[in-house]
């Protein structure tokens, strides 16, 4: 055949029938999660929930809820971080538009459109969405809601740490340096005097005296790897049978864990008695355990946890003897807690919540690309969380009617049996070798569906 130039420049066609728009055969993965979606009701019933936000004449047509949600989800499905890379991604890829709605004559929702929706669209709504995949959940199996386990992880925020400044006088990093430099007696001080007067001092990133003008929400904290950032705390609630999560909420990463619990259990508790509510079959009474680390662990935690008839398994750091004169409410729950750790139910499941807890953690901010936050404020970015961990739940869904729960984790797979299926044929070309049989290769004509009539094949045959 002869060789096709590529045009230097490419005039465009004024008129362009619709069937010779090029058409995608659609990804697998969205194709089953939009049949999941709409067997379940997923745009009728956002739409009924968004109908308050919006004028029901004046302005122009908004972007379907559906659409909103359904793209905050590709954040998680595709690990993208920014709004922005969701709005490229859904722009460029034919499979995200047919699981979008779009057709190429349409253009897709940009990053200032997810924006704005978001700014619309309350917290309380995004709650809700993320309590209706609950009982989705629910209804396919795979939420039991009796065990919780609860952990915490540092999200970086989209705050520099120079641009911090001081909460009572508004002073910059380096203007705060300077005027103790002077004050020491430095009348000009060069770079090297002000690294020299900070490495001195004492308590220099203390969030009682530093804030982040443009993030106010932003704390001083210790990221996972160590290095120092602003950051967010986000806490997940996950049921333990299903590796479901059941409460998302996020918190200043200066809070301690045994100030943080009781919020996100309780949150857990409400989404799980909202999904009960609804009729879901196979959830009990609700929580009855909670699992954590020995970072959650005080006397008043398990006294309050105690009270309210949860019972903990919350490991026990080293702490001497203890003193209980005046705390008999304290002693009883602490010893208690200890007694259960110790048992095998206990030991069961601390390392479960060891291994499912951290699980949601990596593919919500590792592999899902949260673990850097563009969104200033607390409820802003839990706004995109609920959403985002919304598809790590519909991925327990996708992963027993596909195998993978998301669109990498089914091409894995596809690539893995690929390498199977050519392990296995070359183990048993082998064995023939081996054997002193053989195996030739026949060339027969393939007629059928080829553009010439001498097209050819080749067909293993056995020549033993």
């Not at 905050?72 to 699981?99: K, P, Q």
């Not at 690294?195 to 996972?224: F, L």
């Not at 008695?273 to 009729?279: A, I, M, N």
Request: aromatic share 6%; glycine share 12%.
């Amino acid at each position: 055949m002869s060789m096709h130039r590529r045009a230097m420049q490419d005039q465009k066609e004024l008129w362009v029938a619709a069937h010779k728009l090029a058409a995608s055969p659609g990804h697998p993965f969205y194709r089953k999660l939009n049949q999941v979606l709409a067997h379940e009701g997923f745009d009728r019933f956002v739409e009924d929930l968004c109908e308050p936000f919006y004028a029901e004449k004046l302005g122009r047509p908004s972007v379907p809820p559906g659409v909103y949600f359904r793209m905050l989800m590709v954040g998680y499905f595709d690990g993208i971080d920014s709004e922005r890379g969701i709005d490229w991604r859904c722009a460029d890829s034919l499979a995200l538009r047919e699981f979008l709605g779009y057709s190429l004559k349409e253009s897709t929702p940009d990053h200032s459109t997810l924006s704005r929706t978001r700014e619309r669209i309350d917290l309380e709504t995004h709650q809700a969405v993320f309590t209706w995949v609950l009982g989705v959940l629910a209804e396919r199996g795979h939420l039991r809601g009796r065990s919780i386990g609860v952990d915490a992880t540092t999200l970086e925020a989209s705050a520099a740490m120079r641009s911090i400044v001081r909460r009572d006088g508004g002073e910059s990093y380096g203007e705060f340096l300077t005027a103790l430099s002077k004050a020491s007696g430095v009348a000009t001080p060069s770079r090297a005097d002000l690294r020299r007067i900070d490495r001195e001092r004492k308590g220099k990133g203390s969030n009682d005296d530093w804030k982040h003008p443009h993030d106010p929400d932003a704390r001083i904290g210790k990221m996972k790897t160590g290095a120092t950032h602003m950051a967010h705390k986000a806490e997940h609630a996950v049921d333990l049978d299903t590796s479901a999560v059941v409460a998302v909420t996020v918190q200043g990463a200066d809070e301690g864990d045994t100030g943080t619990v009781y919020e996100t259990v309780a949150e857990a508790a409400q989404n799980l008695r909202e999904v009960r509510e609804r009729g879901a079959a196979g959830l009990g009474k609700g929580v009855r355990e909670v699992v954590a680390d020995k970072g959650y662990h005080s006397n008043g935690v398990l006294r309050d946890m105690a009270e309210i008839g949860l019972r903990t398994y919350v490991s026990e750091p080293r702490r001497g003897r203890r003193r209980w004169r005046g705390k008999e409410a304290e002693r009883e729950a602490v010893y208690g807690n200890r007694r259960r750790v110790r048992g095998e139910r206990g030991k069961g499941l601390l390392r479960r919540r060891a291994e499912v807890v951290e699980r949601t953690f990596a593919h919500s901010y590792g592999t899902g690309g949260m673990r850097r936050t563009h969104l200033r404020g607390r409820e802003k970015i839990l706004k995109r969380l609920l959403i985002h961990v919304s598809g790590l739940n519909l991925g327990l869904v996708m992963r027993g009617l596909v195998g993978a729960g998301t669109p990498r984790g089914l091409g894995a797979i596809s690539r893995a049996l690929g390498a199977a299926a050519v392990g296995a044929f070359r183990h048993i070309l082998g064995h023939f070798r081996r054997s002193g049989a053989g195996l030739r290769l026949v060339r027969r004509p393939y007629i059928r569906n080829t553009p010439t009539p001498t097209a050819h094949h080749l067909t293993i045959a056995y020549a033993g």
